[in-house]
Each structure stands twice: as C-alpha cells, then as structure tokens.
C-alpha cells in the first residue's frame, strides 16, 4: 500500500470516529440538558408534587372521629408530631398523626373515614394492631391504626364513603394479634400518596386534620 | 500489504472501536441510571417538596383579615379559585385566593401580615395596584395585592411581625397607578415558595386560609 493511499486510510477513518462522535456528542448534550441544569425542571417537578397534594386536600370530607351527641366531655385532641421519634419495631420517624382520646376506653369513640374510597386492606399489623386501609379514586390511601374493633366484618374491594362508619378507637398493636393496653387509646392516622408505579410517600396528616376540625359529624355514644 | 496483515489490522481496529464505545457505554449507563429510573430518585424529589411546604405551614400564625370587634356584619368569604382564569394583562391561571369583603368599601377592612417577615415589595403594579410584598424567614413570599393604602410608609428590608397591620383592603390595580374600582374590593393574597438560586412557584393559598379562619385577630373597625 502506498503512503499516500495509507495517509488517505488514516483520514477517513478519523472523519468516520470524528462523524460518530460528533453525532453522540448532540445526543448527549440534549438527553443531559435536563440533568446539567436541574433548576430547569424544578418547576415541573414541583408542580407535580403539589398538584398531587392539592389532589388529597381537595378530597378530604369529614374529621375522622365524630363529635359525641350525648357526651360532651368525650373529646379528642392532636399535635404535630410530624417525624417525631418512634422507637417500637426500631428507631423511625412518626409518619403520621395520633389522635388522642380525653375518654380512654377502647370501643368509645366512632372512626369514620374522611373520604370516599375503597377498602385495600383490613386485620392485624404488628405496629398498627386492627387497622383498616382507605384507597380515595385519586389513589391516596388512608391508614387508621390501632381500632378497638370494625364497624363490620370489612373485605377488601368494598366502597366507603366519606363519613361512614369504619370500626372504634382503641389501643391495639405493638405486638402479636391480640395485643392492647401498649399506650393510650388513640386513633393514629397515616395519608400516603403514589409514586410513580408502585411507591408511595406519606404526607403530614396534622394540617389537614387542622382544616377538618371544623368538619365533624355528629354520632350518639 | 498481505492479506493477513489487512486482516489483523482489521480486526485491532474493530477490538479498539469495541473497547471505546464499551467504555463509554459504562459511562453512559451509570450517567443514565438516575433517568432511566426515575422512581429511585422521586421519593428523594417528593420529600423536597413536602418539606418546602411544610415550612409554609409551620409559619403560619394570623389570618389575613382580622374580624371586626364593631360590626358583626363585616364579613370577608373566599373560595377554592386555585388556577382559575383570569383575563386582564393576557389569559393566565389565577396564582392565589381572593378574599372578597360584604363591605365594599375600599379603605374599610385591615389587613394584617400572616406571617413573621421582612418587607421586600411595596408600591404600584399594574395587576396588583397598591402591594406589599413580605418575605418570612424560611424564604417564602407572601404577597397582598390590590391594597386601598398602606398602614404607614414601608421601606423595604423593615422587618414586621404576624398580626401587624400592613395597610387596608381595597380595589386598586387593572391599570396605571392609581386606578381603582376595575373589580369589587377584596385582598389578593399570593404565596409562593423557593425553587432554587433565583425561581418561585406559586402554592395554593386556600387550605391555608381554611387552616387560618380559626386564627383571627380582632380589630376596632
């Protein structure tokens, strides 16, 4: 081969590299854009996860326990105790908010479910005792731990709705099935929202709960 | 050059192009993982978010409009108008929620800051007319439009307190300064919350005027 015909080889392989590379190059930069410059999408992201927010606030109906027709010293009270420390079943943050009970009798005080939904799941938690599982057509879900009893025999797929009566504030859990008296009866609630396919984060129950005081049903007991 | 030696050299180049492009594939995967999967990192983005927002609510303190210790007749209704068209300066999604007096009278309601905070807008806009502008401690911004007069003069950068009165409702705005009367009184109230080295985005004040009504000042008016 002759030097020529070789310098000539060289070259156009280097063009062909320098074409391939070049064209990954305009790929790269346009499939990085978003990750070069994260503030670009900031603003989608959160309107997502606010959007998805605004989704549970805008289904909240009722207060979870109803005021008492009969009993007025029959009340209930609640902090923000978002990501307070947890130490049964390991050190943990408290996902959730406590509903304590002025009466603290386990079967007293009517739970009902804030929103329309579906029952996803029913019976015994370790840490959440007997506790119902709320699915609202938006995809939250609803978590009421620590009833005394069910309103009903409850089975997963059943509608509710908002209001209804789902079981009694109680004291189960920490425990094997069965277990009470671990710490006051207290309803605990929990509100997760979706994502993406098959996740789910919880969100601060504390302000809604805020915001559904003044939303309280009336129930005889 | 022997056929043999073409081959070689063929099959050398061929293993070097291989090993590049293998290289690069191994960048190019783990550079990628994140948005191939964005799943993994939605629960990281979603507690950003969350937080960012819980901070809004924990600075809450007073609603907007104190209630009138004089006239049980002044009363102010707002309503979910979240996104809602609006037309004057273009057509956009209203950012914010009007809080509507039943007297219309421009100069007639208080309005007091929601929040600690420091001024860091006061004077004219052509949608907000007379404004106040207040930046809280945790960085967000909460912004009252549409303003009869202010309380006293404010100079950017004065700190003001939760309750402290900012100025008087009224109906100025939809025009050059000055312009009044283009819609019936209220107080525009806007939040909205870092994103970010210099961006904001809106949140929807509604829950939060809900969660409010319980915290109302009263006021000689």
Redesign the interface.
Known sequence: ?SSIRKIACYLT?MLL?NCVIQG?MIW?SE??E??MF??QN??G???I??D???LV??ELVWFPVPVSAGNADAEVAFE?S?MAERSYGGKRGHEGTDIMASVDEPGYYPVVSITDGIIEQVGWLEKGGWRIGVRSGNGNYYYYAHLASYAKEWNAGEPVEAGELLGYMGDTGYGPEGTTGQFPVHLHLGIY?P???D?E?A??PY?ML??L??KKLSYSY
Do not use: C, I
């Open positions: 081969m392989l590299l990954e790269l499939l990085l978003g990750r994260p503030e900031m603003r992201d959160f309107a996860y606010r998805t927010l605004e606030w805008s923000n978002w929202v994502l993406g396919a996740q984060m969100v601060n302000w805020k915001y005081e003044n």
